[in-house]
């Protein structure tokens, strides 16, 4: 099917990536939205609705769903795939990438583990003839949809492939700022998560808003110690990618991240929530790789370390706040 290639390609059907590739279509890429399930395919090609996500909003009409393989050699790939899943689906279809094929993670995480960010995945499976770009920021996918004015930033370590790719993505109602520090915005996407399930359950145990903006401020610290410490660059934690994905994250009800955090501090057990919820919550597993990252590099990370307490050993996120409170007194 190479004579019939989109443009580009969106790989993963969630809310996220079938928002993107809405969006695309509707900037007049050819664009194709790769899902495992053909059900699903088809009924967005039909009623152009996606059953499963946001099944509220109606899907631009020529995009086109389908879950054959081949789409995915289109020269562009947005790689819509859960973090932790992404490893084992870039090698299950690497054969079909193109020869040189550009891929934009819209993701956001670090693999459990290895503590590999999407473009590192990306290196080691594809190989260095693949081109690689990450795009981020405040983005709530019913917002995307809804056609509401966002703003995200699109990282390049190649700067005209960047500015390139930028103008693509860009549309009337959605603003794409370029950027050449991968390395900070693809941490500054992945940590928001973690800190956006301690500001829930702030809320959860109703804490008011001093303590959120505290969490927010305080968290922020700790994303830029853990980027800097990595070699990312201090500025970009003040923008799209960090300040403003985080404040988004852990205010906005739309979060998943937040909402396990308000159920945590209301008293559910994690089990029950991710029961309750239907889709992953990257939080929950990046929690783990960024108390691994932070140890790794000698880097503090102390509401990190408080959420992975909480989600995986079953500590009391009051005991947990009450630890963070009672540390030891420091300049800011």
Known sequence: M?????DICVAGGGSWGTALAHHLATCGLKTALWLRDGAVARSINEEHRNPRYVSSHRLHPALTATADSDVLGAPRVVLAVPCQ??????TAHREHFCAEPVFIDASKG?????????GRMV????GERARYAVLSGPSFADEVLRGLPTAVVLACADEALGARLRDAFSGPNFRCYSSTDVVGVELGG??????AIAAGMCDGLGFGHNSRAALIARGLAEISRIGEACGARPSTFMGLSGLGDL????TGDLSRNRQVGLRLGRGETLTEITEGLGMVAE??????AACMLAQRLGVDAPIAAAVRAIVREGHSPAEEVRRLMTRELREE
């Open 2 to 6: 190479q004579h019939s290639l989109p």
């Open 85 to 90: 899943q992404l490893r084992g689906w870039l």
């Open 110 to 118: 670090l693999e459990v583990g290895t503590l590999a960010s999407p």
């Open 123 to 126: 290196t080691e499976i594809v």
């Open 190 to 195: 992945a940590l928001k998560n973690v800190i």
């Open 247 to 250: 404040t988004l994250t852990c």
């Open 283 to 288: 939080g929950v597993a990046t929690a783990d």
